[in-house]
């Protein structure tokens, strides 16, 4: 019998590992650089607390068997476990709170998808407690500022608003309402073409389709609608947005405004996001995020509720943009010194080199040899692992170095 | 450049005609000696894919390809995530239930609880009967399904009709339909949004047509 990892997940070698770490932690470095703090959360929460509000279904939950008290889930994002920590944990702290995160999720992949993956890796920021366009503009822009970083080829930001789109439906009738609502998400025009709608109804619906492209043509075309104040407000709002951002990037962003960028179920109350390269005929999706000003609420003890906005990126799609360019590790780091003793008498002296070299600097990499090998053997080992120097220690302590060349 | 899949079969040769109204000539897929698989059009603006129907909204589901030309009934029982962009309004059939003509059955509901139906479309025909509260089994086949109640292995089949020859052919007779289906214009979900290639320039070209 052979053991393996179950279907959708995987181990991870040291080159990857070092690939992807090398992702990770200049993402990290970015988000302390402006200010967030990591926080780690429980990977395993109540399924109560990763469904609440409805916007993640059970089904796409890893669950655990029933104990006495509730079943327990894998997480399947990371807002949900955050938000609940941030409103009971950390409640009385000072406002806003900027927080981040590098953690892995899992998903139960849906029935068709044969070995789909389980396990997911992330990173990602929420900025909590924090409403309005300027915070909106600091996570775009964080956002943006990542990917620039790490040198993704062809990105773009796919930017919706579930505000505007909510006012923008309402003048449905709440019974077709629904129905508009998934046709526009799911991308079904023919649906909306081949419905027995009102001409009026009909012609808005079609119409709220087609709305994407350039922020400027979008927003020019939305005010041209007989707008709710709500709607004329956000409107103003998302124009102020795309201005604060286009004056505050040294280049301009890669934005298309898209106002049918919607899940059928989700906590998003304000701008929306993904973020999208397209790389080698392959279209990766690098990440996601946005506003969600009453996830908050669910999980306050008195249903307080406050304003946050944040996004995740998916490290294994910014691994697969990356891999084919030089911008990640090609070889995991070689050690720097083989300390080998001379006879079995001098492997103390041999211990005692070796520490002394890694005390020299805290970067160095020193491997002991572990005998039973002749020296040929050894340099063999040394440039096949691309061990540049070779330490000979005699039982006196002395000791000769060989330089491979390889 | 953009990149569009093409259903081999039935809707061949009215997908190639539509686009070479649009000026994309991929009329080299009909050339019975030509065994390549890829091929960009004369004018190198895009490229096409000659794949099985079922297999163009894989294509277009994956990103290989921005566009796809398939039938309602493949995206019906396949339920990928693409977008559906146009009704193409050709390769017109319906998905219906049949039984041989000389049993007592004239629609579904009469059929046995727990009796054998065979199709090609399993899920379509699973979510039929579940609708209407029958228990069946689905005895799934890849083709030939009129077989089935020919050879006594199944009471009824749930199949593609289009003029119903072959059914009358094989002494079946078809007694319900479950939808009737056209072929589609699919789309690359994130390709569309972001307009890549110009697609939504195709797009708008493809459906002026239609329309017209």
New interface residues.
């Given amino acids: 019998m052979t053991y393996q990892p179950p279907a959708g997940a995987r181990d991870l070698l040291p080159l990857e590992v070092a690939q992807k770490a090398w992702i990770n932690d200049r993402l990290q470095q970015i988000f302390r650089q402006h200010g967030y703090s990591r926080i780690v959360t429980s990977t395993l929460e109540w399924l109560d607390t990763l469904t609440a509000g409805g916007a993640i279904k059970p089904s796409t939950v890893i669950q655990l068997k029933d104990n006495l008290e509730g079943t327990l889930g894998l997480r399947p994002e990371m807002t949900a476990s955050i938000a609940r920590a941030a409103v009971t944990r950390m409640a009385g702290n000072i406002y806003p709170q900027r927080l981040c995160y590098r953690a892995n999720v899992f998903r139960n992949p849906p029935k ?1 998808y044969d070995g789909g993956q389980l396990e997911f890796y992330q990173a990602g920021v929420e900025l909590l407690f924090a409403g309005g366009i300027i915070a909106d503009a600091e996570i775009l822009l964080l956002l943006a500022n990542c990917l620039q970083d790490l040198g993704i080829p062809d990105w ?1 930001i ?1 930017l919706g608003d579930a505000g505007l789109t909510r006012s923008l439906l309402s003048v449905f009738p709440p019974n077709i309402r629904k129905q508009v609502r998934y046709c526009l998400a ?6 909306l ?2 419905w027995d709608l009102e001409p009026d109804l009909k012609a808005r619906a079609l119409m709220l389709f087609e709305l ?2 350039t922020p400027e043509t979008v927003l020019k075309k939305v005010t041209t609608l007989d707008l709710d104040p709500t709607a004329e407000a956000t409107v103003i709002n998302l124009q102020s947005l795309i201005d604060l951002l286009n004056r505050s990037s040294k280049n301009p962003l890669p934005i ?1 405004l ?1 106002l ?2 919607l899940q059928t179920f989700d906590y998003y109350t304000g701008i929306v996001f ?1 973020a ?1 390269s ?1 790389h080698d ?3 990766y ?1 690098l990440g996601q995020g946005g506003r969600y000003d009453r996830l908050l609420g669910l999980y306050h003890p008195q249903q307080e509720s406050s304003p946050g906005v944040g996004f995740s990126l998916n490290i294994e799609d910014l691994h697969s943009a990356l891999i084919t360019t030089t911008r990640l590790p090609q070889q995991t780091p070689a050690s720097d010194w083989l300390v080998v003793a001379d006879t079995a008498e001098a492997q103390v002296a041999a211990f005692c080199h070796a520490e002394t070299l890694r005390n020299s600097n805290p970067e160095i990499r020193v491997e002991l040899d572990l005998g039973a090998r002749d020296p040929e053997a050894i340099r063999e080992y040394a440039r096949t692992c691309r061990i540049k120097n070779i330490a000979w220690i005699k039982l006196d302590g002395t000791y000769c170095v060989e330089n491979i060349s390889y | 450049m953009i ?1 569009i899949a093409l259903p081999k079969g039935a809707l061949l040769k009215d997908t190639i005609e539509l686009f070479k109204q649009v000026g994309l000539d991929f009329s080299l897929f009909l050339d019975k000696s030509n065994r390549q698989l890829q091929i960009t059009d004369p004018t190198n603006t895009a490229k096409a894919l000659l794949v099985r129907a079922q297999d163009v909204p894989v294509y277009v589901e994956y ?2 390809a921005q566009l796809g030309v398939v039938g309602y009934d493949v995206l019906r029982e ?2 990928p ?7 193409l309004k050709f390769g017109y059939c319906r998905l219906s239930v049949a039984v041989p003509k000389s049993s007592s059955y004239r629609r579904s509901q009469e059929l046995p609880p727990h009796g054998r139906v065979a199709s090609k479309f399993v899920n379509c025909a699973k979510e039929h009967f579940r609708s209407i509260d029958l228990p069946v089994e689905i005895v799934p086949l890849s083709g030939s399904v009129e077989l089935g109640p020919i050879t006594g292995m199944s009471e009824a089949i749930v199949d593609l009709v289009s003029t119903g020859r072959t059914l009358k052919e094989n002494g079946l007779l078809e007694i319900e339909v479950l939808y009737e289906s056209t072929a ?1 214009l699919i ?10 290639d110009n697609i939504d320039d195709l797009v708008a070209k493809l459906h002026g047509l239609v329309r017209e």
Avoid: M, W
């Fill in positions: 068709n773009q796919l799911n991308l079904d025009r023919i649906t073409e081949n994407r492209g298309t898209d049918s960028l993904e999208v397209f005929n392959q279209c999706l | 990149t990103g290989q396949k339920q995530n693409v977008a559906n962009v146009t009704d589609r789309a690359h979900p994130l390709s569309y949004r972001l307009k890549r």
